[in-house]
């Protein structure tokens, strides 16, 4: 629960708007440089209405992209420092099997980053996954690193964190309007509030946040089934609570992956996802009628019939997330082009929560004028062409 409303103060040394994982992470590290913070969520926490609730997450490794397999280690090492200073667990070590095609360009660039001795022959497969049915031409690899982070605990942890170190944070309050300039004025549905220095990372509502801002961001929102599926025979082998996670990749059949984690939200019930969704207005997220089409689940049901025998082919619960994905599926993590003293967290694409502790640090150090720990080159916003309008 947020803390109880205080006395508004005016004016801040930051404003960091929307508390999911990225900016609660970036409020938190301004916090720990002694900034005064104000973190902004609209909705009153917690709540389920974005992308950074639930129980798991998949944390790894292996990543084809060298940028985040070179954020990964700094990762790592920053949740274990919020698990100390929270004085809890965030983080459960089951290994990863990353699985597909031999030669497919993503496992490649997964097995580049890993190296060549966590390729797993069909002897050690059965051995760490026994309920992973491999077909012929795929390899699998085995990343020891990989996990599940506690999604909603972490959330939670940061945020307390965040308070701990001074910061305030305000929940129930919508952004109205932002007024650029050398001091930023924020206007919200209860007060107004000012500060040198702003960073936006609200999700599946940031486009709509900097278009005033004369920034038309390539962002679009997806409606994720996040699924659930029952084991035939309960407790079994084949999968449950000491089972490794699982991402398969460049399969026809499942062109954007499929992913999966041990049981943990619902006991004896495995939760595997198709990586991809259909696009959709946030405020709309929930109003499906009924009957809709739901084609990202017929796809993991085929693909849990091929590799996962051991589980029902119907999934037992089916929830929704969302993601918020650039076209190229990397983050953008910048400067707006025209106001230096606003900075940008968004399109994280569904693989961002992991990284959230650098990506905030990252966030952090744009916003303070500091040169970037690692380098937000290849998350610029203008590598996407005509972004720039006239601001409002």
Known sequence: M??????????YDAIVIGAGIQGSFAAYHLAQ??????LLEQFILPHSRGSSHGQSRITRSAYAWMPYARMMPDSFRLWQRLEAEASTSLYRQTGLVVLGPAGDPELEGCRRSLGADHVLDATALAQC??????HAGEVAMWDGTGGVLFADRALRAVQ????RHGGTLRDGEKVLRIEPGAVITITTTTGVYRAPRLIIAAGAWTGAIVAPLGLRLPLQPLRIDVCYW???????SSAGRAGPCFMAVGLNQAPHGVY???ALEYPGLVKV???HGSPVDPEERDRVPPGTPRPDVAILSSFISSYL???EPRPAVVETCLYTNTPDGDFILDRHPKFNNIVIGAGFSGHGFKLAPVVGKLLCELSLGEEPSHSTAPFAITRFPGVLRAAL
Do not use: I, N, V
Not at 2 to 11: D, E, F, L, S
Not at 160 to 163: E, T, V
């Open 129 to 134: 996954f026994p309920g992973l049915r491999l």
């Open 2 to 11: 947020a803390a109880p409303r205080q006395p508004q103060q005016a004016t």
């Open 309 to 311: 025998p051991g589980l």
């Open 160 to 163: 307390d964190a965040f308070r």
């Open 260 to 262: 999966g984690l041990p």
């Open 230 to 236: 029952r084991e035939k025979e309960p407790g079994s």
């Open 273 to 275: 996802c198709y990586h």
């Open 33 to 38: 440089r002694h900034r005064d913070t104000l």
